[in-house]
């Protein structure tokens, strides 16, 4: 079992920055690729970032390419996803994820935090 927890969430206005951590507990971190994925009221899940196991491969989805970085510290078991110049249409839950692969596909990841909340002004 692998427990992940989000913080960082938060109110900021557009052009803000913000952070968002992934604190995880359990089975060794390293061996899992982390993913983070968003949810939007009335809107289905989807794909943000994601980055191997090692930190060596990392993607994006479009919409927040060249703003947000995904990086992890497998010493602290956590994943980060730096987001820059926000926009209110970024505003959503978002929920870090644990998987085997290193993919946007949110039915492969094994584990899911609970979520936190980011909310952009305009």
């Known amino acids: 079992q692998v427990q992940l927890v989000e913080s960082g969430g938060g109110l900021v206005q557009a052009g803000g920055s913000l952070r968002l951590s992934c604190a995880a507990s359990?089975?060794?971190?390293?061996?899992?690729?982390m993913g983070w994925f968003r949810q939007a009221p009335g809107k289905e899940r989807e794909f943000v970032a994601v980055?191997?196991?090692?930190?060596?491969?990392?993607y994006y989805a479009g919409s927040v390419k060249g703003r947000f970085n995904i990086t992890r510290d497998n010493a602290k078991s956590t994943a980060y996803l730096q987001m820059n110049s926000l926009k209110p249409e970024d505003t959503a839950v978002y929920y870090c994820?644990?998987?085997?692969?290193?993919?946007?596909?949110?039915?492969?990841?094994?584990?899911w935090g609970r979520g936190t909340q980011v909310t952009v002004s305009s």
């Open positions: 994820a644990a998987g085997r692969a290193t993919t946007s596909n949110a039915r492969v990841y094994e584990y």
């Open positions: 359990g089975r060794t971190f390293s061996s899992y690729a």
């Open positions: 980055i191997g196991w090692s930190g060596g491969s990392t």
